[in-house]
Nanobody
């Protein structure tokens, strides 16, 4: 059973940085997953912001709203997925979730962007950016 536990959220000023962590475990050997970060702001739908594949593949997928500011990476030795966020904006304020979907692709851009495709979720960590 895949387990995901996020940490690293907090309150920062606009322009500052944060790094989120997602301790992950339980992936089935030989299976392939899309894993990454979603966020949900109050009154808005949950959206995928940064995704990678567990297969050897191309670059990560980033939502247009975070390109150039967010970087997703996986440390396999530590079983941890990271989201490095720089130049944070008030509109980045949201609950951030780590998620995984059993899905085989060699391109993160082909990973599902819809939440219903992801069967594994962390509990979320709040990021608040003030102006």
């Amino acid at each position: 059973q895949v387990q995901l536990v996020e940490s690293g959220g907090g309150s920062v000023q606009a322009g500052e940085s944060l790094r989120l962590s997602c301790a992950n475990s339980g992936y089935t050997p030989g299976s392939a997953y899309c894993v990454g970060w979603f966020r949900q702001a109050p009154g808005k739908e949950r959206e995928g912001v940064a995704l990678i594949t567990t297969t050897v593949g191309g670059p990560p997928y980033y939502a247009d709203s975070v390109k150039g500011r967010f970087t997703v990476s996986q440390d396999n030795a530590a079983n941890t997925l990271y989201l490095q966020m720089i130049s944070l904006k008030p509109e980045d304020t949201a609950m951030y979730f780590c998620a995984a979907a059993l899905y085989r692709t060699y391109s993160a851009s082909s990973c599902p962007k819809t939440t219903y495709a992801y069967g594994y979720w962390g509990q979320g960590t709040q990021v608040t950016v003030s102006s």
